[in-house]
């Protein structure tokens, strides 16, 4: 039903689309099945034959958004301890079995979320279901305070790496502590403070386990080359026997606002500064988050798009620019990025940027301008749909669909929230949610030459 | 759903499970076992041309209404001639800015409004034009692209465009210990006049001075149809695409002038080892790569090589990875790689260590490089067999990854049935063999080391290892001086 009113809607309401090319007949649509075990376990299976493969693909509720003070970085470190081991497979088998099978696998930690993937031949399913039950089931009982060391170490790298040295890697976190108040969730990185990591404990591994990786907090989608009734009866024995256990309760943090304009220069081991403006945005799915989608695409998609155009292209005074809504469950954040050339300012470029805010806020974009960016946002959708695992493959959008929305197969409604708006709700949204005056200004100043 | 496999066995297998009644707990002490690799039937490569005798080869999925299209030039940058390092990759990177009658922003326009994604680029052994798009919007795309392709401008201010956009960036390029490290590693084994020496893009010397007669004149030579092939993977089918593509390619015209063709000097014999340190103040982490020259793609060690790398740092489990991450968590990723082009490319094995541990890092590197050159344990040797053999129906997954298969098919002229019997070429690597490309290959007491960190803070330790003589390098030395802009 919801598919025939989206395509309804396409068909009358949407003069301008009458001039596009002809619109991919193909429905965005996925068959799909889905049950409950009885310990709470929500499980999605998704058939396709194209490719000899099947994935695993775990969704947790549960980020750095619910991370207690002092223990920041927690998620995702406990993320890497789920593949140390579990009660029935020893510390190093986890990845050594799947590589003898051809698997490969992989955990990613949000602010709201943590996502594990594994990816096998189609006739290795049954392995990697027993692997993932297993670490869900009986990840303690592997656990020592040895372990968490081990991958406290590693983590602290991956902070190095990503962070400390990579240029321009400490702006994140700085914007992160400018935007949100001291206390909300999304304050700290999620990659965490260094001493948080140290103070880490087994104890905290325990407590966080308990309440965060049980069944009623989790999503399981299987997909790819199986049988839905045969896939079913595995999960069914690998998954049923773990014990059930309360959801956490859904996190309560009031909603935030910026009051004024927050300016900071800091210095990092790059040759060109660089301008970061930032606004805390409508959530995900709510009413201005696509359409801020859309407006980062007129400011910044493609050789033709204002800011690209203006600062790049024609006065050529900054070597890229880039915007994005960075949707997320509590707040989300819109973000302009520009690296000036040599010889050219941060305020120069920030004069471009903020004039062309002013101008997208007081008129709406041109038909053709508003279509290019809408074509490109249908465009992905398709793209989306070649994978099948691994980070962004169908799986993992259908279990982050299911995790969000409640619903699966949400392809076709979300792409129905972009070619709902018009340009006109692209102008107000800029509008609305892109004021000069109450945003991020960060600035990232090359460090002297010593 | 039009399957593209056999899924007889696979159904065997599960048929056991399911006999389990799901009520009792199951015995974990019997974990389930990898089952038999399942059968993959690639689908055809239909092989076609057009009337101008440009090869045309065409892969039908039919999954996704979407359509990948690249058209392959049998040229890069190992074509450069002497001192012109960067001219094919600039010449790939202007093709987009002026085609025919559309400026640049008509043809970002153009395709951008069709949803599509259109590069241009070059590496050693090709220059490629690639095109994703919706499959309903590819008619409308084609004359761009073969705009792009075949009709290219090369209008002068647009090459000052891209020539400032690049100066910039290898001004940036300093600011990443990992890049550093990269450039230096290539420069150490290759020298200055051998091309894989230096990057794709060149030096900033030789960027300044390219012309847009120049580029045309390359363009000329290399861009033709008897040195091209174009690919179309995606919903598509040879009826409905043919015509198209003869409307928008069949004008193109093979000139008279001879092709450019790859002379790459002869590289030196690897000197002693010797560590190569390049100072980064304040780098919490040290950037390590340490390699050799390593094979041609061409090389008939190909398949032992692909299952040594995978035991020495080409899989998580990798005994670099386990060793430096997972025993010591000295880094967050410690791996190794064979880069193979039309001539021998480098080897390397990298990874980012905490300062404080560099020399730790340094010993537990060269105690694996050492420890590869012994027998290798059956169970070690038959998971990277399985790691590589299993996973290759999986790099087939998307029109994006068939294309590029295919790219390398045509490059380095792999025989038709190369898919068919990998498989089994993975399958067949003995010990013997992988023992044999690791003597030949990884010679620890040849290798350049490459440390990009902390100088004060770690060469003391460095130096006490004694892995070899210490030759300090300036960021001028490997890039050149930093490049002055136009404005």
Redesign the interface.
């Known amino acids: 039903m919801k598919l025939v009113s989206v395509l309804l809607l396409l068909a009358v309401g949407s003069p301008a689309l009458a001039q596009?090319?002809?619109?991919?007949?193909?429905k965005l649509e996925i068959q799909y099945s889905q049950f409950k075990l009885p310990n709470g376990l929500n499980v999605i299976l998704h058939?396709?034959?194209?490719?000899?493969?099947v994935t695993v693909n775990m969704w947790y509720r549960v980020g750095s958004a619910r991370e207690k003070p002092g223990r920041t970085g927690f998620a995702h470190l406990f993320e890497h301890l789920m593949f140390m081991g579990s009660?029935?497979?020893k510390y190093?088998e986890f990845?050594?079995?799947l590589?003898?099978?051809?698997?490969?696998n992989n955990a990613s930690t949000g602010n709201d979320r943590t996502n594990y993937y594994i990816?096998?031949?189609?006739?290795?399913?049954?392995?990697a279901?027993?692997?993932e039950s297993?670490r869900l089931g009986?990840l303690l009982d592997a656990m020592t305070p040895k372990t968490v060391d081990?991958?406290?170490?590693?983590v602290?790298?991956?902070r190095?790496?990503?962070v400390?040295?990579?240029?321009y890697g400490i702006a994140d976190v700085v914007l992160g502590e400018m935007m949100f108040p001291d206390g909300h969730p999304y304050h700290w990185p999620v990659i965490g403070y260094m001493p948080d990591l140290t103070a880490a404990s087994y104890d905290d591994v325990v407590a966080f386990f308990k309440t965060y990786y049980v069944p009623s907090n989790a999503s399981l989608v299987v997909a790819g080359?199986l049988?839905s009734?045969?896939?079913k009866?595995?999960v069914?024995?690998?998954f049923?026997?773990i014990k059930p256990s309360p959801a956490p309760p859904p996190p309560t943090i009031p909603g935030v606002a910026l009051s004024s304009v927050q300016k900071k220069t800091i210095t990092d081991?790059?040759?060109?500064p660089r301008l970061y403006l930032a606004w805390i945005t409508p959530r995900l799915h709510d009413p201005g988050d696509a359409a801020l989608d859309l407006a980062a695409s007129v400011l910044t998609?493609?050789?033709?798009s204002r800011l690209y155009?203006r600062l790049?292209?024609d006065m050529?005074i900054a070597?890229e620019v880039n915007a994005f809504q960075a949707s997320a469950e509590l707040a989300s954040t819109f973000e302009i990025q520009v690296t000036p050339?040599?010889?050219h300012t941060i305020a120069e470029v920030q004069t471009v940027v903020d004039e062309e805010l002013q101008k997208l806020a007081r008129e709406a974009p041109a038909a053709?301008e508003f279509?290019?960016a809408l074509?490109?946002y249908?465009?992905?959708f398709?793209?989306r749909?070649?994978?099948?695992?691994g980070f962004g493959g169908k799986a993992d959008q259908i279990n982050g669909y299911y995790t969000e929305t409640g619903d699966p197969d949400w392809f076709n409604e979300d792409l129905g929230r972009y070619r709902a708006l018009s340009a006109s709700d692209v102008r107000a949204a800029v509008a609305a949610f892109l004021p000069l005056d109450r945003r991020v200004e960060l600035t990232v100043e090359p460090?002297k030459k010593? | 759903m039009k399957g593209r496999v056999c899924a007889v066995s696979f159904l065997i297998v599960l048929a056991a499970g399911v006999a389990i009644h799901a009520q009792q707990p199951p015995d974990r002490t019997k974990p389930p076992q990898p089952g038999p690799p399942p059968e993959l039937t690639l689908p055809a490569i239909e092989k076609r041309q057009l009337a101008n005798g440009l090869p045309v080869w065409i892969v039908q999925l039919h999954e996704v209404p979407v359509a990948q299209i690249n058209l392959v030039i049998r040229s890069g940058s190992a074509d450069d001639p002497p001192r012109r390092f960067g001219l094919a990759n600039m010449t790939a990177a202007m093709l987009s800015q002026g085609a025919g009658a559309r400026s640049a922003l008509d043809i970002a326009d153009a395709i951008d409004y069709l949803g599509a994604n259109l590069s241009a680029d070059s590496t050693s052994d090709l220059s490629a034009i690639r095109m994703h798009v919706p499959v309903a919007r590819l008619a409308d795309a084609l004359p761009v692209m073969a705009d792009v392709a075949l009709h290219p401008t090369f209008p002068s201010e647009e090459l000052d465009r891209v020539r400032q956009q690049r100066l910039t960036s290898i001004i940036q390029a300093r600011d990443d210990p990992g890049t550093i490290a990269l450039v230096t590693l290539s420069r150490i084994l290759y020298g200055t006049s051998h091309r894989y020496g230096t990057p794709q893009m060149g030096t900033a010397e030789v960027i300044k001075t390219f012309t847009s007669d120049e580029l045309k004149s390359f363009y000329a030579s290399a861009y033709r149809p008897d040195n091209a092939t174009l690919l179309a993977v995606g919903d598509l089918t040879p009826e409905r695409l043919m015509p198209m593509l003869e409307s928008s390619f069949g004008s193109w015209k093979t000139p008279a002038a001879p092709k450019p063709s790859q002379s790459l000097p002869a590289t030196q014999a690897a000197p002693a080892r010797t560590i190569y340190l390049v100072d980064k103040p304040g780098a919490p982490q040290s950037q390590i790569r340490i390699g050799s020259i390593g094979v041609p793609r061409s090389t008939s060690d190909y398949f032992p090589i692909q299952v040594l790398n995978t035991i020495l740092g080409g899989s998580f489990s990798s005994r670099l990875n386990n060793n430096l991450r997972e025993v010591h968590g000295y880094t967050y990723g410690a791996f190794s790689s064979f880069d193979m082009r039309a001539g021998a490319g480098p080897f390397s094995a990298n990874a980012g260590v905490q300062t404080d541990k560099t020399s730790e890092a340094l010993t537990e590197f060269f105690n694996e490089l050492n420890a590869i050159l012994k027998p290798i344990p059956a169970e070690e040797l038959n998971r990277a067999k399985n790691y590589v053999a299993l996973r290759f129906p999986g790099t087939f997954e998307t029109t994006g990854d068939m294309a590029r298969r295919l790219e390398d098919m045509i490059v380095f002229q792999l025989p038709a049935d190369y898919f068919a019997h990998y498989v089994e070429r993975i399958q067949a690597v003995a010990e013997a063999d992988t023992q044999r490309a690791a003597a030949k290959y990884i010679v620890p007491n040849r290798l350049a080391v490459v440390v990009v960190g902390d100088r004060k803070l770690i060469e003391p330790g460095i130096r006490a290892l004694n892995l070899g003589p210490i030759k300090l390098l300036t960021l001028d030395e490997i890039f050149g001086p930093a490049p002055t802009l136009d404005r």
């Open positions: 596009t090319p002809a619109q991919p007949p193909t058939e396709d034959h194209s490719v000899p493969i009660g029935h497979v190093g990845d050594q079995w590589e003898a099978a051809g698997g490969d990816n096998v031949p189609s006739t290795s399913l049954e392995l279901l027993y692997l297993d009986y081990a991958q406290r170490e590693v602290k790298n991956e190095r790496q990503s400390e040295n990579q240029p080359d049988d009734v045969k896939t009866a595995l069914e024995k690998w049923s026997e081991r790059v040759q060109l998609g493609g050789k033709n155009k790049v292209y050529q070597q050339r040599p010889g053709r279509e290019r074509n490109g249908e465009a992905s398709y793209d749909m070649e994978r099948l695992g460090e010593q």
